[in-house]
C-alpha cells in the first residue's frame, strides 16, 4: 500500500492528552477548557512551524461515554489540521479498538489520522531530506527491524513500558533495532533522557497534562 506522502519541516510529537469531559483524577473544575487551549496551541505551533501534529496516545482520558459537545468541538478543532494519533491504553476499551470508542468517531469524521495498527503511517518530504513515520500502538509489538530505503530516517511512536532511566522495572528495554532512527513514546507521563542504543536514539517527552498531586508532577512544568 502506497503511504500518503506530505511535505513539512518535521514532525511535533504532543504527549497524552487525557482530553475529558469531567475532571479526571486529581484535577479540579476547568479541566477540560484547559487541556482543550494546550491541544489547541499544539495545532497552531504545528502549523506555524511547518510540523506535521503526530499524538503519542491517550488522546482521552476515558475510551467511551465523552459527552457529544467534547467530540464535537474536537471535530472541529481537528479538522483543518488533521493529526496523526497513536491508539493508547485509554483510546480502548476493554483492551480493544472499536467503533464504540470516542477515537472512531473522530476517524469515521475523518479529521484524524489513526495509528491503529503497527506499521508504517506517512511519507514526509522535508528540507532535510525525506523521512518516514511509523508507529506501535498500545498492545501492539515494537519491530524486531525495519527495512527503511537508504536516504531516509525512521521514526517510530509508540505507547508502551519502556525502561528508561527512572523505570527500570518496566518490562521493554532500550536496544538497537535495526532500521528505525527514533522511538518517541508516549505512556509514561515523566519526562525521560533522551537514550541512544546504537543506530536507536529513544526519545519519552512526557504528557502535557497534569492528573496527579504527585511531587515529581508538581515540580513540572509541562510543556
Do not use: C
Not at 499524538?55 to 482521552?60: S, V, Y
Not at 500502538?137 to 508502551?160: C, M
Not at 505512556?187 to 533522557?193: D, K, N, T, V
Request: glycine share 8%; net charge neutral; charged share 20%.
Amino acid at each position: 500500500m502506497e503511504l500518503p506522502r506530505l511535505r513539512a519541516k518535521g514532525f511535533l510529537f504532543i504527549g497524552d492528552a487525557h482530553l475529558a469531559g469531567q475532571p479526571p483524577g486529581q484535577r479540579r473544575e476547568g479541566y477540560r477548557e484547559q487541556m482543550l487551549a494546550k491541544v489547541r496551541h499544539a495545532l497552531e505551533l504545528a502549523r506555524a512551524l511547518d510540523l506535521v501534529p503526530v499524538f503519542l496516545g491517550d488522546l482521552f482520558h476515558w475510551p467511551r461515554e465523552n459527552p457529544n459537545s467534547l467530540l464535537v468541538e474536537l471535530i472541529e478543532l481537528f479538522r483543518p489540521h488533521r493529526p496523526f494519533v497513536l491508539v493508547g491504553n485509554h483510546d480502548k476499551y476493554q483492551a480493544r479498538f472499536t467503533d464504540d470508542v470516542s477515537m472512531a468517531v473522530l476517524d469515521a469524521a475523518g479529521v484524524v489520522n489513526v495509528l491503529k495498527e503497527p506499521g508504517p503511517a506517512l511519507a514526509l518530504d522535508a528540507e532535510a531530506g525525506h523521512a518516514l513515520l511509523g508507529g506501535s500502538p498500545d498492545g501492539s509489538p515494537l519491530p524486531v527491524s525495519f527495512a527503511k530505503a537508504g536516504d531516509e530516517q525512521v521514526v517510530w511512536v509508540t505507547h508502551h513500558n519502556l525502561n528508561f532511566p527512572d523505570f527500570p522495572e518496566k518490562t521493554i528495554r532500550l536496544r538497537e533495532i535495526p532500521g528505525l532512527d527514533w522511538v518517541v513514546n508516549g505512556h509514561i507521563h515523566r519526562p525521560q533522557p533522551t537514550v541512544r542504543t546504537g543506530a536507536t536514539t529513544w526519545a519519552n517527552p512526557g504528557n502535557i497534562a497534569r492528573l496527579t498531586f504527585a511531587r515529581h508532577v508538581m515540580d513540572r512544568r509541562p510543556a
